[in-house]
């Protein structure tokens, strides 16, 4: 589904102009499309089948509106914080749709998820469960547990959001694993549910988690020979998206890697998918200061920063950047930069750009993931609003920080 397109040679969101939304909120804002967000889950609902529990990974856009979408549609939740659980109760989430993920859940994150009813707390070591163990204890209840493992096969993805590895911090290695689901056999306040993996983000190639899957698989057989049942499978996510010309796998390519790898095995499903439900249904609108045409360079300045959108700097990801208006004029190359007092501060390096001009409105594409929530106050920047379109109307869903929000937090001491 294309929301974000050009009609009468204006970008808009699904059937609102972009430049609509500039003059009425102000630039930068972040614009979602409502639309977009519920036909990508549906769409990955519908091909994973009635026994999956697709849980939206909060961490990838955490706005209440979106979350309020996702939870009208059916979907479960993948929390890594007691803050992002009470997001997901005010959006209208259920509780027992949730799974808690993370390597360093706080006692009073814990609590908080117990007394909600959770669907699953996906364990990342054996520290954990003990903690966990003693809580449920004191709180007279059982928690369900999975066991977070770490398969150790490589995502081939970014080294920063690659994680099942064994180099990497998260889960109980998988060799370990049998020893640690004795342990949680023989705790009286836990109660064994499934087995968990997440192996990377942005994953283009399906490979690698068509191995976890068999590695997931022999691990519930060797358990089930123990007497230990599992209920379900927690796949994690990962799935990648288009950001430029990547063959991104489709739902259907999704779930048949997953059904192949499983082999036969009737078992209920969970997936953790963030990047690819709302990653393309969103973009960062932003609007050009200066043209600053330097010798060998010519910088195209825009008023959104890294601060707004970390992923150019942080990853040197690549984000479409496109025209609101589009027209003819000489394309020329630019580092589109923003206006933080920092080298890493830009949006693309090296972009061909058509009759840009002061004044004129961008959008960073692909934005609906990681953008927003990754975003901060770096040079007293307040953090910009954010914007649900739906059909031809729209909703400002999170206002403009103003200089008084910022600061309100502080005192001279
Ligand atoms: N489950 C767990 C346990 C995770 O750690 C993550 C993401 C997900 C699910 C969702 O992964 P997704 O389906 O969105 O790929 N900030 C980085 C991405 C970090 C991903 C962290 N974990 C970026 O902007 O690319």
Request: one cysteine or more; glycine letters at 10%; a negative charge.
């Amino acid at each position: 589904m294309m929301c974000f397109d050009y009609r009468d040679e204006v970008l808009h969101a699904e059937g609102v102009p972009l430049s609509a939304i500039a003059a009425d909120v102000g630039t930068p804002v972040y614009v979602y499309s409502k639309a977009a967000i519920r036909g990508r889950y549906r769409h990955f609902a519908e091909a994973l089948g009635p026994d999956a529990l697709v849980c939206f990974a909060v961490k990838a856009n955490s706005n209440l509106a979106v979350l309020r979408v996702l939870a009208e549609a059916g979907a479960g939740f993948d929390i890594v914080s007691g803050g992002e659980l009470v997001r997901v109760l005010r959006a209208g989430g259920a509780a027992d749709k949730v799974v808690f993920s993370g390597v360093g859940k706080s006692a009073a994150d814990i609590r908080l998820a117990l007394e909600a009813g959770i669907f699953c707390f996906n364990v990342e070591s054996e520290p954990e469960l003990r903690r966990i163990n003693a809580l449920a204890g004191e709180l007279g209840r059982v928690a369900p547990v999975a066991l977070r493992v770490n398969p150790d096969v490589d995502p081939k993805t970014h080294p920063y959001i690659s994680t099942g590895l064994s180099e990497n911090k998260f889960g109980i290695p998988i060799e370990r694993a049998p020893a640690v689901y004795r342990q949680a056999a023989a705790l009286p306040h836990v109660r064994i549910r499934g087995i968990a993996c997440h192996i990377g983000s942005q994953l283009l190639d399906l490979s690698p988690i068509g191995d976890a899957a068999r590695r997931l698989v022999a691990l519930l057989r060797t358990l089930q020979a123990e007497g230990i049942s599992i209920h379900h499978l927690d796949l994690g996510g990962g799935v990648g998206i288009r950001y430029r010309d990547e063959e991104a796998p489709s739902p259907e390519d999704y779930a048949r890697a997953v059904r192949e790898a499983l082999d036969g095995l009737d078992i209920p499903l969970v997936f953790e998918l963030g990047r690819a439900v709302v990653g393309n249904a969103g973009v960062l609108l932003t609007q050009v200061e200066y043209l600053k045409i330097g010798e060998g360079k010519h910088f195209c300045v825009v008023d959104a920063a890294m601060n707004d959108l970390m992923r150019p700097a942080l990853y040197n990801a690549y984000h479409e950047i496109l025209p609101v208006r589009r027209r003819g004029g000489d394309s020329a190359v630019y580092d589109v930069v923003g206006p933080v007092c920092e080298t890493g501060d830009f949006f693309a390096r090296g972009r061909e750009l058509a009759g840009v001009a002061a004044g004129d409105l961008l959008a960073v594409m692909s934005a609906g993931a990681y953008g927003f929530v990754m975003s901060g106050n770096y040079n007293t920047r307040p953090r910009v609003p954010e914007v649900l379109v739906d059909g031809s109307a729209y909703t400002v869903v999170r206002r403009r920080e103003t200089l008084d929000d910022l600061l309100s937090l502080e005192n001279t001491g």
